[in-house]
């Protein structure tokens, strides 16, 4: 039967409700790393407490109201990821190369005159990379006994998808009373009618390709590039020297662009291949206010709070895809399309400590609290000018059941060798987003749309070092940072898990001038 003669159509037609974001494409846009001046990067961004840099905005704007002088900096940066995979039966790594900027900031300092109250009012435009996303993966599961085509037949069921529906045409696949991915199997022979009611117009059951006791091979290419960048408007006071305080505007623009190649070859040369290219775009905004008290010479403490960041997200995607089942081939492209929603991540809580000694080294250390389960979707998404409404409630309370607390602490110190030179150093880790309970519990994570791949993010651990030179207003830093970080690899819903290990570092050189 030639059940794919409605596909093009159908494809041109998709709608936004049917390509809507999962729970896991949200941690890309709520998760930052640990990026900005290479002094901040090489004392482990532990600058709650301390300020006094250009990135330490990124956690405390009270951090600028440190500042005696006018300063302008900028951060080049060379960016190297490595990607181990490893599964039951193979290994494979892949690596990906770029160079970008981390900082840009100019920060003007006023002094009012004063010797008691407010000394100082400082301002700043700064700009700083949060996170990059440049990465190439590759796996491959031989002997597989689980198939995409046990996720599509899972979806079918789990919504009483009639078989007369599916045969009718696609206008419920596209105003979301059945996920696209449903229609994506039923056309490519990959979900049949359990034989007991073998095209009974109302029969709701399917079966998957894959029979019992059946494999497969199976395999993913993915490469990701983009970055999530921030522009902040900072203010910040001093008084008596003694209290710093400060608050900031944050412009965030998110870039993010995956292109997946999965396959899964079967037994007499079948096969399924499946191409998706999603961009994804938004700008986001968001405040924080801080303060930094100087109780002693020797200590500051520093404390900090980061409104949600509210986005207006856009997607473009495409798909390309061909299956050679049975008696049964097809060969077809989806051509472009957009959807619109918004997003708002969790607010973030931050405390630091930071012991000055003498005039040779600081000791400092941040400890940052995120909510993840506070992560939504907006309820409301526009699509070419038609309204739905409680569009995400389900992959809300999806991320509300799934997602937990989030702790992250950072260390760093910093040495004076001389007046010029001076060492640093750091570590941070945070522990994973997602509960350990959604994989013992063998729960299904739901993908958007016809992309079937998703991770689960497990350690991350940060390992940096640097060196620091001042001469006269000139200063020049450069420092190391090694991100080491693991996440099970999903290549489809009900797929065994792969293990991948990416080594990303960043090699970071930052020139300043203060006057």
């Known amino acids: 039967m030639k059940r794919f003669v409605f596909l093009l ?27 900005g001046t290479a002094r901040y990067m090489a004392m482990g961004g532990a600058f709650t407490a301390l300020g006094g840099d250009a990135s330490a905005i990124i956690n405390n704007p009270a951090g600028l109201g440190v500042y005696r002088s006018t300063e302008i900096s900028f951060t080049p940066n060379i960016y190297y990821s490595r990607t181990n995979s490893e599964s039951a039966t193979n290994t494979f790594n892949d690596n990906y190369w770029n ?18 109250g407010l000394i100082s009012s400082n301002f700043s435009l700064s700009y700083n990379r949060l996170k990059d996303y440049h990465n190439n993966t590759f796996a ?22 009639r078989l007369g529906d599916l045969n009718m045409g696609f206008d419920y696949a596209f105003d979301g009373t059945y996920p696209f991915i449903v229609d994506l199997g039923w056309q490519t022979g990959l979900i049949n ?31 990701e590039s983009g970055s999530l960048d921030e522009w902040n408007f900072s203010y910040a006071g001093n008084i008596n020297n003694i209290v710093y305080f400060g608050g900031s505007i944050g412009l965030q623009s998110f870039n993010y662009r995956m292109k997946t190649s999965y396959d899964e070859y079967y037994n007499n040369g079948e096969y399924f291949h499946l191409y998706n290219n999603l961009h994804t775009t938004g700008i986001g905004l968001n405040m924080k206010v801080g303060a930094i008290v100087r109780p002693a010479d020797f200590l500051r403490l520093g404390v900090a709070f980061h409104t949600p960041t509210y986005y207006a997200m856009t997607d473009n995607y495409d798909a390309d895809a061909s299956s050679y ?12 399309g ?21 005039q040779k080294a600081i000791v400092s250390a941040d400890y940052e609290m995120n909510d993840y389960s506070y992560l939504k979707y907006g309820e ?18 999806d991320i509300k059941s799934d997602f937990q607390i989030v702790h992250k602490v950072r260390v760093g110190a910093e040495f004076r060798v001389t007046d010029m030179f001076s060492v640093r150093a750091g570590y941070a880790f945070s522990t994973p987003p997602v509960k350990s309970s959604v994989e013992k519990d063998d729960l299904v994570i739901y993908t958007a749309g016809t992309t079937t791949n998703y991770s689960i993010p497990k350690t991350n651990n940060y390992f940096s070092a640097g060196i620091g030179l001042k001469k006269n207003r000139f200063f020049f830093d450069v420092a190391y940072m090694l991100n080491l970080k693991t996440d099970n690899l999903y290549m489809h819903p009900m797929s065994e898990p792969v293990e991948t290990t990416s080594y990303v570092s960043n090699l970071a050189c930052t020139f300043g001038w203060r006057f």
């Not at 491959?140 to 079918?156: K, P």
């Not at 708002?344 to 000055?356: A, D, E, L, R, S």
């Not at 409301?380 to 309370?397: A, C, I, K, L």
């Open 99 to 116: 160079f970008n900027f981390n900082n840009f900031a100019f920060i003007g300092s006023f002094r009012t005159g004063r010797d008691k």
């Open 338 to 358: 957009t959807a619109y929603y918004n997003m708002y991540t969790p607010y973030k809580v931050m405390g630091g400590i930071g012991f000055i000694i003498g």
């Open 325 to 336: 089942v049975g008696d049964y081939s097809s060969d077809f492209s989806m051509p472009w």
């Open 9 to 35: 159509a159908a494809l041109s037609a998709l709608s936004a409700q049917s390509y809507a974001q999962g729970e896991m494409d949200a941690l890309k846009v709520a998760q930052g790393d640990i990026m």
């Open 140 to 161: 491959r599961i031989e002997g597989s006994s689980s198939s995409v085509s046990d996720y599509m037949a899972l979806v079918a069921n789990q919504n009483n998808i």
């Open 380 to 397: 409301e998404m526009f699509y070419y000018g038609n309204d739905y409404n409680n569009q995400y409630s389900g992959v809300n309370d």
């Open 193 to 223: 009618p359990y034989p007991s009611n073998d095209w009974d117009p109302d029969n709701t059951q399917y079966q998957s390709f894959l029979n019992s006791g059946e494999t497969c091979t199976k395999q993913i290419d993915i490469t």
